[in-house]
C-alpha cells in the first residue's frame, strides 16, 4: 500500500513538472497584499468634528452608523497570463455595502515618473456606477474607460485595465508609489464643498496625507 502511495505521488510530480502551466495569475494576492491599512483610521470633517452642526444635520441626512463601507483593508495588483494585455487591481474594505450617496474608490501609482489611478464611483444607492483609468490628477479630460465588479460577499472590488491606457508597462517594468484612497460624499458632489476639501469621509492606504508613505512596487509580469 505504502509503495503504491509513493508511486502515485512520484507520477503526479512528473506530470507536474512536465506539463506547462497556463493560465497563470501571479503575484498580489488577498494573503500577501502590496497595499495594508488599519481599521477605523479614516479621516475628514464627519470624523474629525463630530460636535460639528453641520456634522449633526450631514448624519441625520446620510443616515449611517459606521463608514466601514470606505474603511480600508488592503490592496494588491496581478495579471493573468492568458489576459496580458490587462492589468488588475483589487481593493478590500471592512464593510463593502451600497448606500444612499456617493462613494469612490481607487488605487494609485507610478510608472516611469507618471501618476495614474484607477477607481470607481458608486452612488444612487447603487443603481449607477463609473469607472474610469488614466492620468492622476484632479482636472483630467482623459480618463478611459476601464472593467470594474463588486464582490460583497468578500468585501472586494477588483478593477481590470488595459495597460495601453497606463502607459503600456512591460514584463520587467514596475509600479512605484502605490497607494488606495476612498471618500464618501453626497450625490450631487457639489453640496459636498461645503465641507472643507469636498470629501465627507474618507480613508488612505497607507496613510499618506505627508505624501511620503506608500505601498510595496509591483513588478509587471507579462
Not at 497584499?33 to 441626512?61: C, H, S, V, W
Not at 483589487?90 to 507610478?110: C, E, F, G, M, V
Not at 484607477?118 to 488614466?134: D, P, R
Request: hydrophobic share 40%; with cysteine.
Amino acid at each position: 500500500m505504502k509503495k503504491k502511495i509513493i508511486g502515485i505521488f512520484v507520477v503526479m510530480l512528473l506530470i507536474s513538472t512536465i506539463l506547462p502551466i497556463t493560465g497563470t495569475v501571479f503575484a498580489g494576492d488577498e494573503n500577501d497584499p502590496e497595499i495594508k491599512d488599519n481599521y477605523n483610521d479614516q479621516f475628514g470633517a464627519l470624523i474629525e468634528y463630530p460636535k460639528r452642526m453641520r456634522t449633526r444635520i450631514a448624519r441625520i441626512l446620510l443616515r449611517m452608523d459606521s463608514f466601514d463601507f470606505i474603511d480600508i483593508d488592503s490592496a494588491w495588483f496581478y495579471e493573468n497570463e492568458l489576459e496580458s494585455e490587462y492589468l488588475y487591481t483589487a481593493l478590500k474594505l471592512k464593510d463593502l455595502k451600497i448606500n444612499s450617496q456617493r462613494t469612490i474608490y481607487t488605487i494609485h501609482w507610478t510608472f516611469n515618473g507618471v501618476a495614474y489611478a484607477v477607481g470607481s464611483h458608486l452612488y444612487n444607492n447603487g443603481q449607477n456606477y463609473s469607472c474610469f483609468v488614466g492620468l492622476d490628477k484632479r482636472f483630467n479630460n482623459n480618463w478611459q474607460d476601464a472593467e470594474v465588479t463588486f464582490d460583497f460577499d468578500r468585501n472586494i472590488i477588483t478593477f481590470k485595465i488595459d495597460k495601453k491606457h497606463i502607459g503600456n508597462p512591460q514584463p520587467g517594468d514596475s509600479l512605484t508609489r502605490t497607494f488606495a484612497w476612498t471618500a464618501l460624499r453626497f450625490n450631487f458632489e457639489a453640496l459636498s464643498l461645503i465641507f472643507s476639501d469636498g470629501e465627507l469621509v474618507k480613508d488612505a492606504a497607507p496613510f499618506i496625507e505627508s505624501y511620503n508613505e506608500y505601498g510595496r512596487n509591483y513588478m509587471i509580469q507579462y
